[in-house]
């Protein structure tokens, strides 16, 4: 009768063990992210959403951090045609989906025009007509640092990884300051 087990047994299953924990170890890694550059993505989408409605409609939107479903929600204040003599009223949009950061995804700072907002519920609002605020959102995951970074004037937000402009994304540049300012286009 044989008790236990004898040391080329266990020299076999701890073999094993290493084999496929090198081989899980990365992917896992590789999987944070990709989580993590998709929630920068969305709400990259989101922003030139908001920057889109800013420069192109007549009411005003916002950026909204909704508490009830701790979701990125981009909102428009609408008047109801059927009833024009009451106030407009803030609805979500129709085209633009609410966003919940994954987990190991979290957003630490908010800013607009440099004012940190209180992270259990914040809103940033457009002005029709007017100039629309700097958004900055930071994002920590997989031990990274992930900004994104809408100036008034861009389209869409640049995006800033670990404090480096991250390749193919939108910086916005002074033409005037470039001496480009009489360039044909």
Do not use: H
Not at 52 to 77: H, Y
Not at 87 to 102: E, F, G, I, K, N
């Amino acid at each position: 009768m044989r008790r236990g087990f004898i040391q080329i047994e266990l020299i076999v299953v701890a073999a094993l063990l290493s084999v496929v924990a090198a081989l899980l170890v990365p992917r896992l890694t590789v999987m944070s992210r990709r989580e993590a550059d998709m929630a920068a993505e969305r709400l990259s989408e989101g922003l030139a959403r908001f920057a889109f409605r800013d420069a192109t409609g007549a009411q005003q939107s916002a950026i909204w951090l909704n508490p009830e479903s701790d979701c990125v929600e981009l909102w428009n204040l609408e008047g109801d045609p059927e009833r024009p003599a009451e106030p407009p009223q803030w609805t979500p949009d129709r085209y633009v989906q609410a966003y919940r950061l994954p987990p190991g995804v979290e957003l630490v700072d908010v800013f607009s025009d440099g004012e940190r907002l209180p992270m259990g519920e914040w809103r940033i609002v457009s002005s029709v007509g007017g100039p629309r605020p700097r958004v900055e959102m930071r994002l920590l995951a997989d031990n990274r640092e992930i900004v994104l970074l809408l100036e008034p004037s861009a389209s869409m937000p640049a995006r800033i990884d670990n404090g480096q402009v991250r390749e193919g994304s939108r910086v916005s540049v002074d033409l005037d300051k470039r001496g480009m300012d009489r360039e044909p286009w």
